[in-house]
């Protein structure tokens, strides 16, 4: 019979093994990220009877169907593909493990936080490992572990966070301190800008969320010491260097307007541009693929974008937020609301209101992601969007259990 303490032994040891696994093996974490959510349905139909419904409850599942719902109706205007489905039905997936965790939770004792932080710790010096063997050993210019190298760097720089936000109330703080330090190295050797570029702004943020416990002495030397890391790797890094240098010249062709010749930069804002213009043509619902690699061969003959950025596949927009406005239209408005703004708002008002250290972790958390969209669409990739979809579930069980005075450690 599947007890309550079966359930609870066995998502202590998936709390440590999804983190401790992400990108040290080749989609492990997924099949443990599957075998929670298996092992919550059949603990949620043992105890169906016990299972109750908040308006919480309405707002989690609302904002973790969003996604999926919205994929509805271009998946049917389409006929020919239920590609449109790829990012939301993860974070659907992984609803039942936030019930039957919120469930759980009512009915017994659940103290996995040692388990998480093992796994963090454990995955965040794999993640160094990995890097280090790849780019010093193997000669990799950027490193990818088994992915590629910019959701290598997206993984590894939440890792990075989840570890320093934790340290804040745990026994284990100086090693996940290193821990995260040691992410933050694997993120700088993917060369991944939108993973680099993360870590500063995150830590901004989360100096913003501490202001008041902060002496600005720290707020400066923090400042002041990230840049003089930035500037000693780039006098002792060629490859760093050659990056910062690649950034500048993009950055400088998009300024005197030869966007097409910026070919990482510059394609990405007509990538936008294209989803901008599909967003138009169907705002309701978005377009199909199809429609929307005709729209920017359009955009070509009219000498709006170039040939290199009008070939894109699927008319893939390189952003979260434009992805979602292209292919659902305004129901990707409603997707954007649910995935990523109204979690930070939950998260981020429960941290304001009781200084809980889960919700500070969950909304930086959310926050990194949110920041990676601006470059990609990581949500739709297969171990990065169940990671999210997981750790989603896990922060709102919580943060519900916290709203019924029961501290989860």
Not at 99 to 109: E, K, N, S, V
């Given at each position: 019979m599947f007890t309550q303490l079966s359930y609870g032994k066995s998502i202590n040891w998936i709390m440590f093994l999804?983190?401790?696994l992400l990108l040290t093996t080749k989609n492990v974490s997924i099949?443990?990220?599957a075998l929670s959510i298996?092992?919550?349905?059949?603990?949620?139909?043992?105890?169906?009877?016990r299972l109750t419904f908040s308006k919480f409850d309405l707002v989690v599942t609302l904002c973790m169907s969003f996604y999926f719902l919205g994929a509805i109706p271009i998946t049917v205007y389409d006929g020919t593909t239920a590609r449109y489905f790829q990012g939301g039905i993860r974070l659907l997936?992984?609803?039942?493990?936030?019930?039957?965790?919120?469930?759980?939770?009512?009915?017994?004792?659940?103290?996995?936080?040692?388990?998480?932080?093992?796994?963090?710790?454990?995955?965040?010096i794999g993640t160094f490992i990995l890097a280090c063997y790849q780019y010093l050993i193997l000669g990799m210019p950027r490193v990818d572990g088994f992915l590629f190298s910019i959701n290598f760097g997206y993984l590894a720089c939440a890792l990075s966070f989840l570890g320093l936000t934790?340290?804040?109330?745990?026994?284990?703080?100086?090693?996940?301190?290193?821990?995260?330090?040691?992410?933050?190295?694997?993120?700088?050797?993917?060369?991944?800008r939108g993973a680099i570029f993360t870590i500063p702004i995150?830590?901004?943020?989360?100096?913003?969320?501490?202001?008041?416990?902060?002496?600005?002495?720290?707020?400066?030397?923090?400042?002041?010491?990230?840049?003089?890391?930035?500037?000693?790797?780039?006098?002792?890094?060629?490859?760093f260097k050659n990056r910062i240098d690649y950034t500048s010249h993009e950055l400088a062709l998009i300024y005197s307007g030869q966007v097409g010749e910026s070919t990482s930069s510059g394609y990405r804002l007509q990538y936008w541009q294209g989803a901008i213009e599909a967003f138009k043509a169907s705002p309701v619902i978005g377009l199909p693929y199809k429609q929307r690699e005709e729209i920017n061969h359009q955009l070509f003959l009219e000498g709006t974008i170039s040939k290199g950025a009008s070939t894109i596949t699927r008319g893939h927009a390189h952003n979260q937020y434009f992805e979602m406005l292209a292919t659902n239209g305004l129901l990707g408005l409603f997707s954007i609301f649910g995935v990523f703004i109204i979690p930070f708002i939950i998260f981020s008002s429960h941290y304001f209101k009781i200084k809980s250290n889960w919700s500070l972790s969950a909304a930086i958390f959310v926050c990194g992601f949110a920041i990676f969209g601006l470059t990609e669409v990581p949500l739709t990739a297969n171990l990065i969007g169940s990671f999210y979809g997981f750790m989603l579930a896990v922060f709102f069980a919580i943060i519900a259990s916290e709203k019924r005075n029961k501290s989860v450690y």
């Open positions: 999804v983190p401790a099949a443990f990220i298996l092992i919550s349905i059949v603990y949620l139909y043992k105890n169906w009877d997936l992984c609803l039942p493990l936030y019930f039957a965790l919120r469930t759980y939770r009512l009915q017994g004792d659940l103290q996995f936080r040692r388990s998480l932080e093992l796994g963090v710790l454990v995955g965040s934790l340290s804040f109330k745990s026994k284990l703080k100086t090693l996940l301190l290193i821990g995260s330090a040691l992410s933050s190295i694997a993120v700088i050797f993917t060369f991944t995150l830590l901004v943020i989360l100096a913003l969320f501490n202001l008041k416990q902060i002496k600005k002495r720290y707020i400066m030397g923090g400042i002041v010491a990230f840049f003089l890391v930035v500037f000693t790797l780039y006098k002792a890094s060629t490859d």
